[in-house]
């Protein structure tokens, strides 16, 4: 191995690792908030990835249809709950938020063709049709179970795993997508070539990092979905309310997710499967944080990348098993080190 | 009294739906197979729905790509709905676990799958057990021959860390052995993966003439970009397991000259009006592109096509001795899929025999390069 060899290689990892902890961030933000262990994190990555290709395609993507379903449901259980409380002017912005919106983007695709769009816009949209997933899950999924166990919680997020990765077969295909490249520009650094997708995909996770620092230090909602990560009902108290914290964290966490995988679209092939592997690489990260430090899990993400990328070169048969054995000396250091707390009954 | 009634009726009940042939069929058609095991469904679709004047009934059933699941599937197929005759599955691991299922249930078997273990030695078990898909060994052979005519001297291979890349890496690295070509890297990567930038570099540190690539779908154009990216020059292979329209467009220009072995289905259009496939592989191709869209049929489709070519061939035989829901009819239908000679179908021409339950020889493939985004048979 020369150094070029080892440049190239550092690179890819932190390229991966850049990746994984934008993922292992929003895993941790959602564990701390909502105490869900969000398996489905990964799937977000790949519809994420996949909505934008076949937006690019030309098609309709099948994720349209799911935010109108899955809107529809919010609005209908909301809505009867809104009804039965009296609180008719909750209903209007209910509806046009759940199934307004995802009405007209179906309305537009179907008259405006999503190939002849700019770039820009296909990323938008693919995004626009992607987030709002994330806290309508939240409230099919976990809001009605906010107070049960950790276990329960990992129990229903295993569930919505399999059904968005069944979905996703439905909608995407079996086979995978790749998206253009957003830039074509590569430089030279010792000897070395960089493409310029890669140094694009670490910009952006720095860019992104920053900006949740910046959301969680200065602004009031992210102050509020810290005092819930710290203690719920102490933040109940206060007039935080903690389904909102719940939404919010499940839209940040998609959001991530989904930007994810528009970032990582152009650099690999993307299946509809393929989040589940990415997001537990992030998972991994995060749990090297202990599923509460942000720079812990940014840590860990970088050095899960770089030991992926290293000992692909050396025993890539073995590649996978490196990295998930990982886990097993991370958790010994974490049990001896760290007191056990018993988790709070409610 | 309750009970013989009721016993009686059940019987009566099973012995008018026993008039029909049965065909049960287990395909991958979600999980990691999926991309070969949904156009075999589709393919079941358009197969015939009367034999001989016999009415068909396809049951289908989806194993997810998991052999649990699969020989589950065999079991109820077979002790439930009493099929004559088994269909699947896609993937090798599948094939091989249902394997005592069919024979235990005296029920012939047709496997879409490649390993040539699954046929290979014909004995007690396997005697039940047919498949329609060419061989690995069939397929390497074909490459080692193109590599040492285009003076490949030494060669790396890369592929699936799962049954499929491993079983291409032996019957590869023995061939090429025999024909004298050196293995210089022999790499895996997942079929999920983001990234083989380290297989890569480390094939290319060997500096080899050629690269095998070993895997199926479009998974397998991650390391032809990579390699692309990093300026190789050297011959490209890959396996039939990519033979689909959607490799072509996931891989786009880096696929280019790329080599591949393939059944004679996947350029039915370029061969020659004399060659004894061209006529039933078209039959094919057009039938599938008139239910499913131009440039949709793929070559794991023409599987499931040819093993109900084998099933239209053998069943009006059986016909002749037994009724199907009948142990003498499956037997008969067995007897009848060993003899079948000179059936032309969409891959190649069967000719079947007590030793060979593929029936496939050098007509079942040829080398397909990739031209202009496009299969082009190399002659």
Known sequence: MDLQIFLLLGQDGITSGAVYALLALALVLVFAVTRVIFIPQGEFVAYGALTLASLQAGKVPGTVWLLLAAGSAVAVLDGIRYLREGRYGKLPPLVIFNVGLPLAAAGALLVVPPDSLPLAAQVALALALVIPLGPMLYRLAFQPLASASVLVLLIVSVAVHLALTGLGLLFFGAEGSRTPAFTDISFELADTPLQGQTVLVVLASAVLIAGLYFFFERTLYGKALRATAMNRTGARLMGISSSMAGKLSFTLAAAIGAFSGILIAPITTIYYDSGFLIGLKGFVSAIIGGLASYPMAAFGALLVGLLESYSSFWASAYKEVIVFTLIIPVLLWRSLTSRHVEEEEE | MKKTLLAALLSGLATAALADINIGVTLSATGPAASLGIPEKNTIDLMPKTIAGQKVNYIVLDDASDTTSAVKNARKLISEHKVDILLGSTTSPNSLAMIDVAAEGETPMISMAAAARIVEPVDAKKSWVFKTPQNDAQMSTAIVEHMTNSNVKTVAYIGFSDAYGEGWSNEFSKIAEARKLKLVANERFNRTDTSVTGQILKILAAKPDAILIGGSGTPAALPEKALKEKGFKGLIYQTHGVANADFLRVCGKDCEGTFLPAGPVLVANQLPADH????????????????????????????????????????????????????????????????????????????????????????????????????????
């Open chain 2, 276 to 379: 004894p496939v061209r006529k039933s592989a078209l039959e094919y191709v057009t039938k599938y592109e008139a239910a499913h869209g131009k440039g949709s049929v793929s070559t794991f489709g023409a599987h499931a096509w040819d093993a109900g070519l084998l099933v239209a061939a053998a069943a009006p035989v059986a016909l002749k001795k037994a009724q199907p829901g009948t142990k003498e009819f499956r037997k008969a239908l067995r007897d009848a899929l060993e003899n079948i000679k000179n059936l032309p179908a969409a891959h190649g021409v069967f000719n079947m025999s007590a030793g060979d339950h593929l029936g496939f020889d050098q007509r079942a493939r040829g080398m397909v390069k990739i031209e202009g985004g496009a299969w082009k048979l190399v002659k």
